[in-house]
């Protein structure tokens, strides 16, 4: 007899490209060869005892003949191994610089295809969106899912860095009511020009000069 049994630690059913596989074998016998077949239609270079299924999956069978006597004989039920389709690896798209200021946010995503779930993970919570607003630092990457529940994860992470807001600077002045042809000073108190620069602002008007600790 030829009996088809599936190896410990093998699935019936698995993703494609996921590290799973289904390994199928046949007692092995002297004086014998071997054909494995998928839908009664032989597999080519397939003809050892056992066969390892990564890629594609269908209805298998072998055909077991006897070298020396030339009579075959071909395993009656085949053995059906599933391998689902997983999805392509999503690419994220960055919309802006990922270097931005504290109360800020980088758009990223992924085009979105219809029957598929998306994980993202990196920094904040995570989002079942395409889209992902990122506010915090962190390396972001996303995780899509298909009906199958077979995964894939993008090839590439996106690194987002928050940079922290100054404190908002104490600025001396003298009295704000004065007479016609006076000034008046605003000066900023203890200037950092290490770490920081300035621009002073009357209304909405930035004077491109205006860039130092007094006005």
Same mark, same amino acid.
């Given at each position: 007899?030829?009996?088809?049994f599936?190896?410990?630690?093998?699935?019936?059913?698995?993703?494609? $490209?996921?590290?799973?596989s289904?390994?199928?074998e046949?007692?092995?016998q002297?004086?014998?060869?071997?054909?494995?077949?998928?839908e009664?239609?032989?597999?080519?270079?397939m003809?050892?005892?056992?066969?390892?299924?990564?890629?594609?999956?269908?209805?298998?069978?072998?055909?077991?003949?006897?070298?020396l006597?030339?009579?075959?004989?071909?395993?009656?039920?085949?053995?059906?191994?599933?391998?689902?389709?997983?999805?392509?690896?999503?690419?994220?798209?960055?919309?802006?610089?990922?270097?931005?200021c504290?109360?800020?946010?980088?758009?990223?995503?992924?085009?979105?295809?219809d029957g598929?779930?998306?994980?993202?993970?990196?920094?904040?919570?995570?989002?079942?969106?395409?889209v992902?607003?990122?506010?915090?630092?962190?390396?972001?990457?996303?995780?899509?899912?298909?009906?199958?529940?077979?995964?894939?994860?993008?090839?590439?992470?996106?690194?987002?860095?928050?940079?922290?807001?100054?404190?908002?600077?104490?600025?001396?002045?003298?009295?704000?009511?004065?007479?016609?042809?006076?000034?008046?000073?605003?000066?900023?108190?203890?200037?950092?020009?290490? $770490?920081?620069?300035?621009?002073?602002?009357?209304?909405?008007?930035e004077?491109?000069?205006?860039?130092t600790?007094?006005?």
């Amino acid at each position: 007899d030829a009996n088809i049994f599936i190896t410990s630690g093998s699935k019936f059913s698995f993703c494609k $490209n996921s590290g799973d596989s289904a390994q199928l074998e046949l007692n092995q016998q002297p004086n014998c060869t071997y054909q494995w077949l998928i839908e009664d239609a032989p597999i080519s270079h397939m003809n050892q005892n056992y066969l390892l299924i990564k890629e594609n999956g269908g209805n298998f069978k072998a055909t077991v003949t006897d070298t020396l006597g030339g009579c075959s004989i071909k395993t009656a039920s085949p053995v059906e191994i599933i391998v689902n389709d997983s999805p392509d690896k999503p690419t994220i798209i960055e919309h802006s610089k990922t270097t931005i200021c504290e109360g800020d946010t980088v758009k990223l995503s992924v085009t979105p295809v219809d029957g598929l779930s998306y994980l993202w993970s990196g920094g904040g919570n995570p989002a079942a969106s395409n889209v992902y607003n990122a506010t915090t630092t962190g390396t972001y990457s996303v995780t899509v899912k298909n009906g199958f529940g077979c995964s894939a994860t993008a090839t590439k992470t996106s690194l987002v860095t928050v940079n922290s807001k100054p404190d908002v600077p104490s600025v001396n002045y003298g009295d704000t009511i004065f007479c016609k042809g006076n000034a008046i000073t605003f000066t900023v108190s203890k200037p950092d020009f290490t $770490n920081f620069s300035y621009q002073w602002i009357k209304g909405s008007y930035e004077n491109p000069d205006d860039t130092t600790y007094q006005y």
